[in-house]
Each structure stands twice: as structure tokens, then as C-alpha cells.
């Protein structure tokens, strides 16, 4: 395509998968992506998900890091709070020691599960979402990219790697607040229009543009769109292929425990009811679902609705062999 393409990748535990498999079949959409040319690959912080295998980026990141030979590796991202900065500082400064200049350090500031499993992350008290942008600070100094801060962090206490190993940094948001904070800082900016999606995606890429100011880091806005991705030959058979992804999502919809993404066998064989058929459509209409033109068209329409500079693609279906036959339809 004649837009720049990343992948984000959530290591689905499929069905009675092991997560040894799902995590097998992320290094395999990796080394597809890698492949094909596709600019970024990143993976996402979860806990407590069933159907997530993705809870250590930083360890994941270093084997895709391994696997695969020229495309940018990195978090999509690390939920900031649930970690001391100087963790994170040093985690992406050794990956950055070891990979060079292919590492994406995406932070997003929300706790990526729910408050009981937050709290077993053994998190400080007082590191919150509200703390989110004093941490980036914090890491932004670890990395040498500003001057060491006030109380020390940069200069009295140093990250070991760290300091002159800087990744790619980036903030992501669902909402205005990371939008506006980016573009206070100077940052590029992701938005996850695939789980947010509607006219917050506009409002954010809008506030975050009105927000920027220049920094060390960029002379003017950078700016990527991550967005739900199946491409088949029909476009009822990609809504077919899509089914587990609608299903998981109903069911986190509507308060059901979080739970391994469903078979398509066990999704088209669901009682579907008007609301969830409803819900369903909505969603799968603010995101690239359908034929490979449709995709094509939809992922086109998303970058010049937004102005952003990336697109990155969050790849569905049942499997980890639809994943990689949409990568592979998409730069065809």
C-alpha cells in the first residue's frame, strides 16, 4: 500500500491453546511482517487476561527483536503505572543495547486490567494514572533525552543501561488526555481507534495537533492510528472470520470475566442476540473489516480522516494463519 504500515499484536491464546503456542505464532506474525516490509511490529501489556499472552514486553519484544532481521520491535504498550520508571528505563535500554536503533518504547497510563491484579503488581500507592506524566519525565531524563531532573533521577540515580540507550519513544492514549499531553511534550502519538473508535479519534488527533509544541524529540507532530484489520475474499467471510474477535468483545461489552478468544466453531454456533448483533456492527463499521479493496480503502480513508502519519494495523481471526494472510493481502 501507499501508506506506511505497522502491525500490533496482542499473542491470542486461542481455544485450548498453550501459551507457548500463542506466543509461537506471534514470533510467526512477526517474521511475516518483517517480510512483507511492514514498518513496526508491537506487542501490548495485559494481566490477568486469559486470552492475552502479552504481560512482559520487554521480554517478548527481545525475542521478536531476535527473530526477525530489519523491522522496528516494540510496546504497544507498556501501562507505565504498574512499573518503577527505572525498570522500564533499564528493560528498553537493554533492549536498545542489544538491538540498536530498532526499539519502540509505546507508554500508555492505564493499569491494562482490573484493579485487583493492579494493586498485585505491587505498584506504589502513590504511582497512579495520575502520576503518568511526571513518569515519563522520569524516563525521558533515565534516557538522557532532557537534563536530569530536580531530585536526582538522571544524575544521582542513573539507568544502567539506559543512559544514552534511548528507544523510539511514544505516548498512546484512547482518549484526550494522552492526545494533549503528547503534544505538550512534543511527542509522537498513537490513538487505539481499535477499541476506542467513534469521534474521539477525531477530537484526540485534532487536541493533539492544537497541543504540540516542539521538543528535543520532534520539530513538528508525528502521529499513528492503530485499527482493526481483516481482509478475505468476500466480505461476509471476513465478518465470518471476524466472529471470535466480535465474540471476546461482547463479552467484555456486556461484564462477562475476561476469557481465551473463542473458537470460530464456539462463536458461530453463540445465540447472537439483536443487542450483541447491534453492538457488533457498530464496532466492526469504525474499523477494516471485508474484502482486500475494502480494507485497502478503509485503512486509506482512516489515515486522511485523522491526518496520521502511521497506520497500524491490529490483525483478527480465528487463528494465527488469518492474521498473516491479511498482512500478506495488504501489501500484495
Given at each position: 500500500m501507499d501508506i506506511p504500515l505497522s502491525v500490533l499484536d496482542l499473542a491470542s491464546v486461542h481455544g485450548t491453546a498453550s501459551h507457548a503456542e500463542a506466543l509461537a505464532d506471534t514470533l510467526s506474525i512477526a517474521r511475516t511482517a518483517d517480510r512483507l516490509g511492514y514498518h513496526r511490529f508491537w506487542v501490548a501489556e495485559h494481566h490477568g487476561m486469559p486470552g492475552v499472552a502479552s504481560s512482559a514486553p520487554a521480554v517478548l519484544i527481545g525475542a521478536i527483536a531476535n527473530a526477525t532481521e530489519r523491522i522496528r520491535v516494540g510496546s504497544g504498550?507498556?501501562?507505565?503505572?504498574?512499573?518503577a520508571s527505572l525498570v522500564i528505563a533499564e528493560q528498553f535500554g537493554t533492549l536498545v543495547a542489544l538491538h540498536g536503533d530498532r526499539i519502540d518504547l509505546g507508554l500508555g497510563r492505564a493499569p491494562g486490567t482490573d484493579p485487583v491484579t493492579a494493586m498485585a503488581l505491587r505498584r506504589a500507592a502513590s504511582e497512579t494514572a495520575d502520576t503518568f506524566p511526571q513518569q515519563v519525565l522520569e524516563l525521558l531524563a533515565y534516557f538522557g533525552t532532557i537534563a536530569p531532573l530536580e531530585n536526582g533521577i538522571?544524575?544521582?540515580?542513573?539507568?544502567?543501561?539506559?543512559?544514552?540507550?534511548s528507544p523510539e519513544l511514544w505516548l498512546l492514549g484512547s482518549s484526550g488526555f494522552s492526545a494533549q499531553l503528547a503534544g505538550m511534550m512534543g511527542l509522537p502519538f498513537a490513538f487505539a481507534h481499535h477499541f476506542a473508535g467513534g469521534e474521539a479519534t477525531l477530537t484526540a488527533f485534532d487536541l493533539y495537533r492544537r497541543?504540540?509544541?516542539?521538543?528535543?524529540?520532534?520539530n513538528e507532530p508525528h502521529s499513528m492510528v492503530a485499527v482493526a484489520a481483516l481482509a478475505a475474499g468476500t466480505t461476509e467471510e471476513a465478518e465470518r472470520l471476524a466472529l471470535p474477535n466480535s465474540l471476546f468483545s461482547v463479552r467484555l461489552r456486556y461484564g462477562h470475566r475476561p476469557s481465551r478468544l473463542p473458537t470460530l466453531e464456539e462463536a458461530e454456533a453463540h445465540a447472537w442476540?439483536?443487542?450483541?448483533?447491534?453492538?457488533?456492527?457498530?464496532?466492526?463499521?469504525?474499523?477494516?473489516i471485508g474484502s482486500v479493496d475494502e480494507v485497502r480503502d478503509r485503512l486509506r480513508l482512516l489515515r486522511a480522516e485523522t491526518g496520521a502519519d502511521e497506520v497500524m494495523v491490529?490483525?483478527?481471526?480465528?487463528?494465527?494463519?488469518?492474521?498473516?494472510?491479511?498482512l500478506e493481502a495488504?501489501?500484495?
Open positions: 504498550g507498556v501501562m507505565l503505572p504498574n512499573h538522571g544524575s544521582a540515580v542513573v539507568a544502567i543501561p539506559g543512559l544514552g540507550d497541543s504540540f509544541q516542539p521538543s528535543v524529540v520532534l442476540t439483536d443487542a450483541e448483533r447491534v453492538f457488533v456492527d457498530e464496532r466492526n463499521a469504525l474499523q477494516a491490529v490483525p483478527q481471526g480465528p487463528d494465527a494463519a488469518t492474521k498473516v494472510a491479511t495488504l501489501q500484495a
